[in-house]
Protein backbone atom coordinates (compact mmCIF):
# COMPACT_ATOMS: atom_id res chain seq x y z
CA UNK A 1 0.00 0.00 0.00
CA UNK A 2 1.23 3.43 -0.61
CA UNK A 3 2.93 4.56 2.20
CA UNK A 4 1.92 8.49 3.34
CA UNK A 5 5.56 9.71 2.17
CA UNK A 6 4.84 8.72 -1.43
CA UNK A 7 1.67 10.28 -1.66
CA UNK A 8 3.39 13.57 -0.26
CA UNK A 9 4.91 13.59 -3.72
CA UNK A 10 2.44 13.86 -5.33
CA UNK A 11 1.12 17.51 -7.35
CA UNK A 12 -1.73 18.89 -6.11
CA UNK A 13 -3.39 21.63 -8.35
CA UNK A 14 -6.51 23.50 -6.85
CA UNK A 15 -8.38 26.61 -8.00
CA UNK A 16 -10.91 28.97 -6.13
CA UNK A 17 -11.44 32.59 -6.85
CA UNK A 18 -11.51 33.85 -3.54
CA UNK A 19 -8.15 33.89 -2.18
CA UNK A 20 -8.82 32.97 1.59
CA UNK A 21 -10.02 29.50 0.53
CA UNK A 22 -6.91 29.26 -1.40
CA UNK A 23 -5.16 29.78 1.55
CA UNK A 24 -6.45 27.58 3.77
CA UNK A 25 -6.22 24.74 1.20
CA UNK A 26 -2.48 25.79 0.97
CA UNK A 27 -1.91 25.67 4.76
CA UNK A 28 -4.12 22.53 5.22
CA UNK A 29 -2.00 20.23 2.49
CA UNK A 30 1.34 21.79 3.70
CA UNK A 31 1.09 20.92 7.53
CA UNK A 32 0.05 17.72 6.15
CA UNK A 33 3.29 17.50 4.31
CA UNK A 34 2.53 17.68 0.52
CA UNK A 35 5.12 20.05 -1.18
CA UNK A 36 4.21 19.97 -4.52
CA UNK A 37 1.19 22.35 -4.72
CA UNK A 38 -0.18 25.17 -7.51
CA UNK A 39 -2.58 27.67 -6.24
CA UNK A 40 -4.51 29.38 -8.80
CA UNK A 41 -7.83 31.94 -8.51
CA UNK A 42 -8.49 31.80 -12.18
CA UNK A 43 -10.56 28.96 -13.52
CA UNK A 44 -9.07 29.67 -17.12
CA UNK A 45 -5.36 28.67 -16.45
CA UNK A 46 -6.33 25.34 -15.10
CA UNK A 47 -6.50 23.43 -18.47
CA UNK A 48 -2.78 24.22 -19.73
CA UNK A 49 -1.39 23.93 -16.42
CA UNK A 50 -2.89 20.46 -16.11
CA UNK A 51 -1.05 19.61 -19.45
CA UNK A 52 2.12 21.14 -18.50
CA UNK A 53 2.34 20.08 -14.83
CA UNK A 54 0.29 16.66 -15.09
CA UNK A 55 -1.17 17.44 -11.55
CA UNK A 56 -2.57 13.92 -9.58
CA UNK A 57 -5.27 15.65 -8.11
CA UNK A 58 -7.14 18.68 -8.91
CA UNK A 59 -9.60 20.57 -6.37
CA UNK A 60 -11.85 22.95 -8.08
CA UNK A 61 -14.58 25.20 -6.88
CA UNK A 62 -18.34 25.31 -8.49
CA UNK A 63 -19.10 28.98 -8.96
CA UNK A 64 -16.45 30.85 -10.50
CA UNK A 65 -15.81 34.11 -12.91
CA UNK A 66 -14.22 33.14 -16.33
CA UNK A 67 -15.69 29.63 -16.30
CA UNK A 68 -18.23 26.90 -14.29
CA UNK A 69 -16.66 24.44 -12.03
CA UNK A 70 -18.48 22.02 -14.49
CA UNK A 71 -17.22 23.13 -17.54
CA UNK A 72 -13.68 23.34 -16.24
CA UNK A 73 -14.00 19.41 -14.84
CA UNK A 74 -15.89 18.39 -18.68
CA UNK A 75 -12.56 20.56 -19.86
CA UNK A 76 -9.98 19.03 -18.03
CA UNK A 77 -11.62 15.25 -18.29
CA UNK A 78 -11.21 16.02 -22.71
CA UNK A 79 -7.37 16.13 -21.85
CA UNK A 80 -7.03 12.75 -19.77
CA UNK A 81 -6.78 9.44 -21.75
CA UNK A 82 -9.27 6.99 -21.20
CA UNK A 83 -7.09 4.73 -19.00
CA UNK A 84 -5.42 7.55 -16.60
CA UNK A 85 -7.92 7.78 -13.50
CA UNK A 86 -7.68 11.45 -12.76
CA UNK A 87 -9.43 12.25 -9.40
CA UNK A 88 -10.74 16.12 -9.33
CA UNK A 89 -12.63 17.29 -5.94
CA UNK A 90 -15.03 19.60 -5.88
CA UNK A 91 -15.23 22.35 -2.99
CA UNK A 92 -18.05 23.93 -3.17
CA UNK A 93 -20.80 25.91 -1.22
CA UNK A 94 -23.27 24.87 -3.89
CA UNK A 95 -24.50 21.18 -1.72
CA UNK A 96 -27.33 20.43 -4.15
CA UNK A 97 -28.44 16.93 -5.38
CA UNK A 98 -28.15 18.04 -8.55
CA UNK A 99 -24.65 19.66 -8.41
CA UNK A 100 -23.11 16.95 -6.97
CA UNK A 101 -24.77 14.54 -9.57
CA UNK A 102 -23.97 16.63 -12.45
CA UNK A 103 -20.07 17.17 -10.61
CA UNK A 104 -20.09 13.17 -10.67
CA UNK A 105 -21.35 12.60 -14.00
CA UNK A 106 -19.15 14.75 -15.88
CA UNK A 107 -15.85 13.20 -13.91
CA UNK A 108 -15.16 14.44 -10.52
CA UNK A 109 -14.66 11.73 -7.74
CA UNK A 110 -15.68 13.56 -4.91
CA UNK A 111 -17.59 16.23 -3.72
CA UNK A 112 -17.52 18.49 -0.91
CA UNK A 113 -19.59 20.71 0.63
CA UNK A 114 -17.91 24.13 2.53
CA UNK A 115 -17.59 25.16 5.22
CA UNK A 116 -15.03 21.74 4.88
CA UNK A 117 -12.67 20.69 7.88
CA UNK A 118 -9.00 20.29 7.81
CA UNK A 119 -9.78 16.50 8.86
CA UNK A 120 -11.93 15.89 5.69
CA UNK A 121 -9.73 17.88 3.53
CA UNK A 122 -6.48 15.55 4.50
CA UNK A 123 -8.46 12.48 4.90
CA UNK A 124 -10.34 12.86 1.13
CA UNK A 125 -6.65 14.02 -0.40
CA UNK A 126 -5.09 10.87 1.00
CA UNK A 127 -7.84 8.64 0.05
CA UNK A 128 -8.06 9.83 -4.10
CA UNK A 129 -4.13 9.98 -4.50
CA UNK A 130 -3.98 6.35 -3.00
CA UNK A 131 -6.14 5.67 -5.43
CA UNK A 132 -4.87 7.14 -8.11
CA UNK A 133 -1.36 5.58 -7.32
CA UNK A 134 -3.14 2.03 -7.44
CA UNK A 135 -4.67 2.78 -10.62
CA UNK A 136 -0.71 3.63 -11.79
CA UNK A 137 0.55 0.70 -10.12
CA UNK A 138 -2.21 -1.77 -12.05
CA UNK A 139 -1.63 -0.14 -15.34
CA UNK A 140 2.33 -0.60 -15.28
CA UNK A 141 1.63 -3.73 -13.86
CA UNK A 142 -0.70 -4.54 -16.97
CA UNK A 143 1.56 -3.12 -19.42
CA UNK A 144 4.34 -5.31 -17.89
CA UNK A 145 2.18 -8.14 -18.39
CA UNK A 146 1.14 -7.06 -21.65
CA UNK A 147 4.68 -7.06 -22.88
CA UNK A 148 5.29 -10.00 -21.14
CA UNK A 149 2.96 -11.98 -23.69
CA UNK A 150 4.13 -9.88 -26.55
CA UNK A 151 7.86 -11.29 -26.11
CA UNK A 152 6.22 -14.59 -25.55
CA UNK A 153 4.35 -14.35 -28.61
CA UNK A 154 7.15 -13.43 -30.46
CA UNK A 155 9.08 -16.35 -29.44
CA UNK A 156 6.54 -18.74 -30.74
CA UNK A 157 6.23 -17.00 -34.11
CA UNK A 158 9.63 -17.12 -34.41
CA UNK A 159 9.38 -21.02 -33.69
CA UNK A 160 7.05 -21.52 -35.72
CA UNK A 161 8.62 -19.72 -38.89
CA UNK A 162 11.64 -21.94 -38.10
CA UNK A 163 9.54 -24.86 -38.13
CA UNK A 164 8.38 -23.95 -41.39
CA UNK A 165 11.34 -23.00 -42.81
CA UNK A 166 12.78 -26.41 -41.99
CA UNK A 167 9.38 -28.50 -43.28
CA UNK A 168 10.07 -26.48 -46.82
CA UNK A 169 13.70 -27.60 -46.78
CA UNK A 170 12.63 -31.16 -46.08
CA UNK A 171 10.29 -30.88 -49.07
CA UNK A 172 13.19 -29.24 -51.05
CA UNK A 173 16.02 -32.17 -49.97
CA UNK A 174 13.65 -35.25 -50.85
CA UNK A 175 13.36 -32.92 -54.48
CA UNK A 176 16.43 -31.37 -55.48
CA UNK A 177 18.97 -32.46 -52.57
CA UNK A 178 20.47 -28.83 -52.17
CA UNK A 179 19.94 -25.38 -53.85
CA UNK A 180 17.47 -22.38 -52.50
CA UNK A 181 14.71 -23.28 -55.02
CA UNK A 182 12.31 -22.32 -51.54
CA UNK A 183 13.98 -19.72 -50.58
CA UNK A 184 14.15 -17.93 -53.90
CA UNK A 185 10.54 -18.51 -55.12
CA UNK A 186 9.60 -16.34 -51.47
CA UNK A 187 11.67 -13.95 -52.23
CA UNK A 188 10.75 -13.46 -55.98
CA UNK A 189 6.90 -13.75 -54.38
CA UNK A 190 7.79 -10.89 -51.99
CA UNK A 191 8.85 -8.70 -54.96
CA UNK A 192 5.94 -9.78 -57.02
CA UNK A 193 3.66 -8.90 -54.22
CA UNK A 194 5.01 -5.33 -53.10
CA UNK A 195 5.27 -4.49 -57.18
CA UNK A 196 1.49 -5.41 -57.16
CA UNK A 197 0.74 -3.47 -53.69
CA UNK A 198 -0.47 -6.39 -51.86
CA UNK A 199 0.43 -4.20 -48.86
CA UNK A 200 3.34 -4.77 -46.04
CA UNK A 201 1.66 -7.32 -44.34
CA UNK A 202 0.23 -8.98 -46.99
CA UNK A 203 3.72 -8.96 -48.67
CA UNK A 204 5.88 -10.30 -45.92
CA UNK A 205 3.02 -13.22 -45.20
CA UNK A 206 3.51 -14.34 -49.10
CA UNK A 207 7.29 -14.55 -48.56
CA UNK A 208 6.69 -16.30 -45.69
CA UNK A 209 4.33 -18.65 -47.28
CA UNK A 210 5.18 -19.30 -50.56
CA UNK A 211 8.22 -21.84 -49.87
CA UNK A 212 5.91 -24.15 -48.29
CA UNK A 213 4.15 -24.54 -52.19
CA UNK A 214 6.16 -27.96 -52.64
CA UNK A 215 5.37 -29.10 -49.32
CA UNK A 216 3.24 -32.05 -50.10
CA UNK A 217 6.01 -33.54 -52.10
CA UNK A 218 6.67 -35.06 -49.01
CA UNK A 219 4.18 -37.19 -49.22
CA UNK A 220 4.73 -38.68 -52.58
CA UNK A 221 6.78 -42.42 -52.97
CA UNK A 222 10.60 -42.20 -53.93
CA UNK A 223 9.45 -44.21 -56.63
CA UNK A 224 7.81 -41.18 -58.63
CA UNK A 225 9.62 -38.46 -56.85
CA UNK A 226 13.13 -39.53 -57.67
CA UNK A 227 12.60 -41.10 -60.78
CA UNK A 228 15.23 -39.53 -63.39
CA UNK A 229 12.89 -40.45 -66.57
CA UNK A 230 9.71 -38.92 -67.37
CA UNK A 231 6.64 -39.77 -65.50
CA UNK A 232 4.42 -41.79 -66.91
CA UNK A 233 0.67 -41.04 -67.09
CA UNK A 234 -0.45 -42.99 -63.93
CA UNK A 235 2.96 -41.52 -61.96
CA UNK A 236 1.90 -37.93 -62.91
CA UNK A 237 -1.50 -38.35 -61.33
CA UNK A 238 0.36 -39.20 -58.13
CA UNK A 239 3.01 -36.41 -58.66
CA UNK A 240 -0.28 -33.62 -58.96
CA UNK A 241 -1.46 -35.29 -55.45
CA UNK A 242 1.85 -33.21 -54.11
CA UNK A 243 -1.02 -29.95 -54.20
CA UNK A 244 -3.66 -31.67 -51.78
CA UNK A 245 -1.33 -33.80 -49.91
CA UNK A 246 0.42 -29.93 -48.83
CA UNK A 247 -2.90 -28.32 -48.01
CA UNK A 248 -3.67 -30.83 -46.22
CA UNK A 249 -0.34 -31.19 -44.05
CA UNK A 250 -1.06 -26.98 -43.40
CA UNK A 251 -4.94 -27.20 -43.11
CA UNK A 252 -6.56 -25.94 -40.23
CA UNK A 253 -4.17 -23.51 -38.95
CA UNK A 254 -5.01 -20.90 -36.56
CA UNK A 255 -2.39 -17.86 -37.92
CA UNK A 256 -2.09 -15.87 -41.03
CA UNK A 257 0.39 -17.49 -42.23
CA UNK A 258 -1.03 -21.11 -42.11
CA UNK A 259 -3.86 -20.25 -43.59
CA UNK A 260 -2.11 -18.58 -46.96
CA UNK A 261 0.64 -21.47 -46.78
CA UNK A 262 -2.04 -24.06 -47.18
CA UNK A 263 -4.43 -21.58 -50.22
CA UNK A 264 -0.65 -21.41 -51.89
CA UNK A 265 0.21 -25.29 -51.61
CA UNK A 266 -3.49 -25.62 -53.17
CA UNK A 267 -3.36 -23.52 -56.19
CA UNK A 268 0.27 -22.85 -57.46
CA UNK A 269 -0.09 -25.43 -59.83
CA UNK A 270 -3.75 -23.54 -61.35
CA UNK A 271 -3.95 -22.27 -64.68
CA UNK A 272 -4.98 -18.67 -65.86
CA UNK A 273 -6.79 -20.42 -68.52
CA UNK A 274 -8.51 -23.05 -66.66
CA UNK A 275 -6.05 -26.10 -67.75
CA UNK A 276 -4.25 -26.38 -64.24
CA UNK A 277 -4.97 -28.66 -61.21
CA UNK A 278 -6.56 -29.94 -59.06
CA UNK A 279 -9.68 -27.70 -59.37
CA UNK A 280 -9.19 -26.14 -63.16
CA UNK A 281 -9.88 -22.79 -61.74
CA UNK A 282 -9.74 -20.33 -64.02
CA UNK A 283 -8.60 -16.31 -64.35
CA UNK A 284 -9.34 -14.48 -60.81
CA UNK A 285 -10.77 -17.45 -59.48
CA UNK A 286 -7.53 -19.01 -58.44
CA UNK A 287 -5.95 -16.31 -55.67
CA UNK A 288 -3.70 -14.02 -56.23
CA UNK A 289 -1.01 -15.18 -54.01
CA UNK A 290 -1.28 -18.88 -55.82
CA UNK A 291 -1.00 -16.78 -59.28
CA UNK A 292 2.33 -15.36 -57.94
CA UNK A 293 3.55 -18.17 -56.94
CA UNK A 294 2.83 -20.26 -60.04
CA UNK A 295 5.09 -17.60 -61.58
CA UNK A 296 7.82 -17.41 -59.61
CA UNK A 297 7.87 -21.18 -59.30
CA UNK A 298 7.88 -22.11 -63.03
CA UNK A 299 10.82 -19.15 -63.29
CA UNK A 300 12.91 -20.82 -61.23
CA UNK A 301 12.69 -24.04 -62.27
CA UNK A 302 13.61 -23.05 -65.46
CA UNK A 303 16.60 -21.12 -65.02
CA UNK A 304 17.96 -24.25 -62.88
CA UNK A 305 18.96 -28.00 -64.36
CA UNK A 306 17.05 -30.45 -63.44
CA UNK A 307 17.71 -34.37 -64.62
CA UNK A 308 15.40 -34.27 -67.08
CA UNK A 309 16.00 -30.57 -68.60
CA UNK A 310 19.63 -28.52 -68.95
CA UNK A 311 18.93 -24.85 -67.04
CA UNK A 312 17.78 -22.32 -69.41
CA UNK A 313 19.01 -18.79 -70.27
CA UNK A 314 17.46 -16.23 -68.35
CA UNK A 315 16.53 -14.61 -71.63
CA UNK A 316 14.82 -18.00 -72.51
CA UNK A 317 13.28 -18.46 -69.18
CA UNK A 318 11.67 -14.81 -69.13
CA UNK A 319 10.85 -14.74 -72.71
CA UNK A 320 8.67 -17.68 -72.09
CA UNK A 321 6.77 -16.73 -69.16
CA UNK A 322 5.94 -13.65 -71.09
CA UNK A 323 4.72 -15.93 -73.94
CA UNK A 324 2.56 -17.65 -70.89
CA UNK A 325 0.64 -14.33 -69.63
CA UNK A 326 -2.88 -14.75 -70.14
CA UNK A 327 -2.72 -18.59 -70.49
CA UNK A 328 -0.18 -19.96 -67.98
CA UNK A 329 -0.37 -16.97 -65.97
CA UNK A 330 -2.09 -13.92 -65.08
CA UNK A 331 -1.40 -10.95 -67.25
CA UNK A 332 -0.82 -8.51 -64.44
CA UNK A 333 1.55 -11.11 -62.36
CA UNK A 334 3.52 -11.48 -65.56
CA UNK A 335 3.66 -7.44 -66.07
CA UNK A 336 4.29 -7.30 -62.94
CA UNK A 337 7.34 -10.21 -62.92
CA UNK A 338 8.96 -7.78 -66.15
CA UNK A 339 9.15 -4.55 -64.11
CA UNK A 340 10.60 -6.36 -61.51
CA UNK A 341 13.38 -7.96 -63.23
CA UNK A 342 14.02 -4.47 -65.43
CA UNK A 343 13.69 -2.30 -61.98
CA UNK A 344 15.80 -5.02 -59.05
CA UNK A 345 19.27 -4.15 -59.93
CA UNK A 346 21.55 -6.96 -59.79
CA UNK A 347 18.99 -9.55 -59.70
CA UNK A 348 19.02 -11.35 -62.51
CA UNK A 349 22.50 -11.62 -62.39
CA UNK A 350 22.44 -13.13 -58.34
CA UNK A 351 19.99 -15.61 -60.07
CA UNK A 352 21.82 -16.60 -62.84
CA UNK A 353 25.31 -17.17 -60.66
CA UNK A 354 23.04 -19.55 -57.94
CA UNK A 355 21.88 -21.49 -60.30
CA UNK A 356 25.46 -22.05 -61.26
CA UNK A 357 26.54 -22.52 -57.81
CA UNK A 358 23.56 -24.77 -57.44
CA UNK A 359 24.85 -27.39 -60.15
CA UNK A 360 28.64 -27.10 -59.29
CA UNK A 361 27.17 -28.34 -55.95
CA UNK A 362 25.50 -31.01 -57.41
CA UNK A 363 21.99 -29.90 -56.59
CA UNK A 364 20.28 -31.69 -59.00
CA UNK A 365 20.13 -35.63 -58.31
CA UNK A 366 17.34 -37.02 -59.53
CA UNK A 367 14.12 -35.45 -59.37
CA UNK A 368 10.35 -35.60 -60.72
CA UNK A 369 10.49 -34.34 -63.80
CA UNK A 370 6.55 -33.87 -64.81
CA UNK A 371 5.99 -32.15 -61.52
CA UNK A 372 4.69 -29.47 -63.16
CA UNK A 373 7.00 -26.81 -62.51
Same mark, same amino acid.
Given at each position: ???????????????????????L?? =?? !??????????????? !??????????????????????????????????????????????????????????????R?????????????????? +????L??? #????? @???? /???? &?????????????????? @?????????????? $?????????????? @??? %???????????????????? +?????????????????? &??EF??? %??????????????????????E???????????????????????????????????? #???????????????????????? =?????????????? #??????? $??????R??? &???????A?? $?L?? /?T??? /?
Amino acid at each position: MTQLRELQEATILFVDDEEVNVLLLR =RI !LERQGYRDLIAVNDP !LEVPDLVLERRPDLLITDLHMPGMHGLELISRVMEQRSEDDWFPIAVITADATEEAEAEALRRGAKDFIAKPFKATQIRLR +VENLLRTR #FLHQA @LRVH /ADHL &EEKVRERTRDLETARLDL @LERLALAAEYRDYV $TGRHTQRVGELCGL @LAD %RLDLGPARTELLRRAAPLHD +VGKIGIPDAILLKPGRLT &EREFATM %REHVDVGAALLAEGQSDLMILAERVALTHHERWDGSGYPRGLRGDEIPIEGQIVAVADV #FDTLINERPYKPAWPIEKAVAEVR =RQSGRWFAPRVVEA #FLNVLAE $TPGLLDRLEA &ESRADAAAGG $TLPA /ATNSG /A
